[in-house]
């Protein structure tokens, strides 16, 4: 009884009086789980992404199918290049395993390949399965508002809590405030220097919800390389179980 | 006797016919809304040099190899798989004359799915069935019959757990390698844990028969394996993945032990682990040693290079030592240097090679062996060159 008070009068505090979005009763902390679960379903999603590296000489595109269920659970199956197409990753908690077809064998993977770059992209492992969480491995707070193409937005910012083992140092993120649609993101390491930088355009429908269907994504000490992410397909709140991320589907997703 | 094995293989021809004529039909009817068929594959040329040294005779030869991948999804738990691998041979090892090309024209499975296309003095042209299988999974139940790879390796270079066929690391042409005809029944009690029953002949009738049990805990794989390998040993096993920090952390070991005088006999034992670290700058590096109490006695290249290697007969030194490191320079170019060490036959391997991808899917890769051992009492040092362009599909 005394903690649900406790919380009572910490939401009262932060939620209401110190927080410029009192008038929707929402923190920055809110804002951030609403526009995350807007993107990655309140349960479960399921997505077609296909994924281009973009570099100074070259290009390549790898086209992939993700399903997640909370933060726990992730699969990732490459259905593009066919050098790569059939391999999967699969997360569990704190552990990820990779199926390779051609040779037939199952990889344990070491966590720490979580902050290294996903197939040659801009991307880490943790992007891909979503290993920390934007709102439990975070302190957030609301800085402003700015008007991002068109559409008012709140700018976040987050920085990582000390007993989080994150990528991140910290983020700032513009959320609109309409459809809390992530249209910007800044993430620095953890001695504050800026990494990277994702902008979000082409706003759809899809699966009844407005969102961001393309991201690009630009490294900031590498001129020249992004990488953009373009949606295809993204469904929400699948009946998924906790079977569906097993070492035997992981063999058989398609 | 004769008979019933003329009859046996009759039964194994007709199955396989069978498993052939549903990818010949089933395209017509599988217009729906996700492909039932699916067909994936590469077609590659090899040059391969061979020379002691560099002001010696060179023996070139080149291999134009396909592979075809077919998987066809018949319903929710019925799934058919075949692949087939053709490779065309000129220069001057195919000159050489039969020894050579019986060799690469064997089939060791119990059905002999490997045929002779055109075979003359400079050209040769093999076709074989890699893989024909058929699995079927239900709930926690998978089973799998015919043709197929079953891999029980968990560490990067030597893999003593991997009893149905040991997988050779100079052999990058063949990462595949031969399938195995068995019957495996795989249970998964969890997510991540699974108990397996496998069944393998070969082409002499023999059996390799085993279970495994793998299962996730501490943040680990760990394995245990038993059972018969080739009606000759007895095998017990086990295996670890998992990581130390930053570091990834595997290993296995096998006792094979004669099964007419087990358990008294001292066998041979296989252990071996390694380490690898993945590094910010797109850059790897591994090691792995390896003990074995019963090294290979006669050893000549061809059986370093993985000719007859069997998960017994991995080891030709008491220790050997492995190291790499890969660094991708770019994601299109990648260069990995690695070595080995065989203290017993003062001797080491060397190989530097570079991959770079051309196009979409095209690949360039050049690729150099080297070897420097004392066999037999001689010292011998033997390179080979490799040039390849890949295109997968």
């Not at chain 1, 373009?230 to 097993?246: A, M, Q, T």
């Not at chain 2, 077609?43 to 592979?67: C, K, M, W």
């Not at chain 2, 058929?134 to 043709?147: A, H, S, W």
């Not at chain 2, 530097?352 to 062996?369: G, K, R």
Request: aromatic share 14%; net charge neutral.
């Amino acid at each position: 009884m005394r903690l649900i008070l406790k919380n009572i009068i910490w939401l009262t505090v932060h939620g209401f009086i110190m927080n410029p979005a009192f008038s929707q009763g929402m923190t920055a902390a809110d804002i951030v789980m609403k526009a995350d679960e807007k993107f990655n379903g309140e349960k479960s999603s399921y997505s077609i992404i296909s994924m281009t590296i973009v570099r100074p000489s070259w290009q390549r595109t790898i086209d992939i199918k993700t399903w997640s269920m909370g933060r726990d659970y992730s699969l990732a199956l490459v259905t593009a290049p066919p050098k790569e197409a059939g391999q999967s990753f699969l997360k569990r908690g704190s552990e990820m395993w990779s199926w390779i077809p051609s040779i037939s064998r199952l990889v344990k993977l070491p966590l720490s390949m979580m902050s290294q770059g996903w197939m040659g992209s801009d991307y880490t492992n943790d992007d891909i399965l979503r290993e920390s969480s934007l709102v439990n491995d975070y302190l957030h707070e609301i800085a402003g508002e700015e008007i991002i193409d068109g559409r008012l937005c709140y700018k976040i910012s987050m920085k990582a809590r000390p007993d989080a083992s994150i990528v991140w140092g910290r983020q700032t993120r513009w959320i609109d405030r309409k459809d809390f649609l992530v249209l910007k993101a800044e993430l620095y390491d953890e001695d504050g220097y800026l990494v990277r930088t994702e902008t979000a355009s082409d706003i759809r429908i899809m699966d009844g919800r407005t969102v961001t269907t393309r991201i690009e994504l630009v490294p900031a000490e590498e001129p020249g390389n992004k990488t953009i992410l373009v949606i295809r397909d993204i469904k929400f709140n699948l009946p998924l179980g906790e079977s569906f991320f097993s070492q035997q589907n992981m063999k058989r997703v398609r | 006797m004769k008979n019933n094995v003329n009859d046996f293989m009759s039964i194994n021809q007709r199955i396989v016919l069978c498993l052939l004529a549903v990818f010949i039909f089933f395209p017509s009817v599988s217009q729906e809304k996700e492909r039932k068929i699916e067909l994936k594959g590469y077609f590659s040329t090899l040059q391969t040099v061979i020379f002691d040294s560099l002001s010696g005779p060179f023996a070139n030869e080149n291999l134009l190899h396909n592979r075809l991948n077919f998987k066809a999804y018949l319903n929710d738990h019925l799934t058919i798989g075949a692949e087939f691998r053709n490779r065309l041979f000129t220069g001057d090892l195919t000159m050489l004359g039969t020894a050579y090309t019986d060799l690469i024209g064997m089939d060791r499975g119990v059905v002999d799915m490997s045929w002779d296309l055109l075979r003359e003095q400079s050209i040769y042209l093999n076709s074989r069935i890699d893989r024909l299988w058929i699995d079927y999974n239900y709930r926690k139940i998978q089973v799998t019959l015919g043709r197929q790879r079953i891999n029980w390796g968990q560490t990067l270079v030597w893999n003593p757990n991997d009893i149905f066929n040991a997988y050779s690391f100079f052999d990058f042409d063949y990462v595949e390698k031969p399938g195995s005809d068995a019957l495996r029944l795989q249970y998964y009690p969890s997510s991540s844990s699974v108990a397996e029953l496998a069944f393998k002949l070969d082409n002499e009738y023999d059996l390799t028969a085993a279970g495994l049990f793998r299962f996730n805990k501490f943040g680990y794989d760990f394995q245990f394996l038993a059972g018969l390998v080739n009606s000759e040993d007895v095998v017990m096993g086990a295996g670890w993945s998992g990581s130390v920090g930053s570091l990834s952390f595997r290993g296995e070991g096998s006792w094979f032990s004669p099964y007419e005088q087990f358990p008294k006999s001292r066998g041979t034992i296989l252990v071996t682990s390694g380490l690898e670290k993945v590094f910010k700058n797109n850059s790897s590096a591994a090691i792995q040693l390896m003990y074995s109490n019963n090294p290979l006695g006669f050893i000549d290249f061809y059986s370093i290079l993985g000719g007859e290697l069997s998960s017994k007969n991995l080891a030709f030194s008491e220790f050997t030592a492995f190291g790499q490191f890969t660094w991708a320079i770019t994601p299109m170019l990648n260069l990995t240097v690695s070595s080995m060490w065989f203290p017993d036959l003062d001797g080491y391997y060397a190989g530097p090679s570079l991959e770079y991808s051309l196009a979409e899917n095209v690949d360039f890769s050049v690729i150099w062996q080297h070897f420097d051992a004392v066999l037999a009492g001689v010292r011998n040092i033997i390179n080979l060159g490799f040039l390849r362009f890949k295109y997968s599909f």
